[in-house]
């Protein structure tokens, strides 16, 4: 019996309660963030309740960290995936991370961005902590998608979406070489949605465009050691 709970607001995700085709379209990003990150060291910035960290820890990563800025979500990943010696869980703030200068391979910070006004120096923080061959791999969702004809995102619980261009030309302002993948590709004319192709190469033209935007960003050469 577990110690503490957390109920599914669609907000967070949460194994167990949260719908399983939403849960799908989180977790392949875990699947795909995994394939990147095996043998390295982890963050995952924003982890919620820890299921990504589970993930990538079972698919080959030597230790992975979750940081949240809820207590109340660190305790329920703690109980659930903190428990064998490769894991292990802080509550943080994003943008001010309690670790030294260059001390992860990878950085993994999925759906985050959109929430924090402070955007940039969350990218620079995120940098700050790769060491200098270090890839953050991060995912926002698509304006183009979610917000097209909106001053404000559609999602109260958003504080800014980006456009693909956008996004990419933010994220070259603090790492190199920046590759863009999609992921719930949505056909324009008619909003539907294809789920079921995981994590693929970015999708934008007049007719379908990728829902979602996922980065796999390496570190400039010259940045934090």
């Avoid at 990003?29 to 060291?41: C, E, Q, S």
């Amino acid at each position: 019996m577990y110690r503490s709970d957390i109920e599914f607001t669609g907000e967070r995700v949460v194994p167990g309660k949260t719908p399983e085709e939403v849960y799908r379209e989180h977790i392949d990003r875990y699947v795909f963030a995994a394939t990147l990150v095996a043998g390295k060291v982890v963050l995952d910035v924003a982890c919620g309740t820890g299921y990504g960290v589970g993930h990538v820890a079972e698919h080959g990563a030597v230790a992975a960290v979750g940081v949240d800025l809820s207590m109340e979500t660190v305790d329920y990943a703690r109980e659930r995936f903190g428990q064998d010696g490769v894991t292990s869980f802080i509550c943080a703030d994003g943008i001010r991370l309690p670790f030294a200068d260059g001390c992860f391979d990878a950085v993994v910070s999925f759906e985050t961005i959109e929430h924090i006004r402070q955007y940039e120096e969350f990218l620079i923080e995120c940098g700050r902590v790769l060491k200098r061959d270090g890839v953050l791999i991060c995912s926002t969702p698509n304006r183009r998608v979610f917000s097209p004809d909106a001053t404000i995102p559609l999602n109260p619980f958003h504080v800014y979406e980006f456009w693909p261009d956008e996004f990419l030309r933010v994220l070259r302002g603090s790492f190199g070489e920046v590759v863009l993948y999609g992921q719930c590709d949505v056909t324009l004319a008619d909003n539907t949605v294809e789920r079921d192709r995981g994590v693929h190469g970015f999708v934008d033209d007049d007719a379908v465009t990728s829902g979602y935007m996922v980065a796999v960003a390496r570190k400039h050469p010259g940045g934090y050691s």
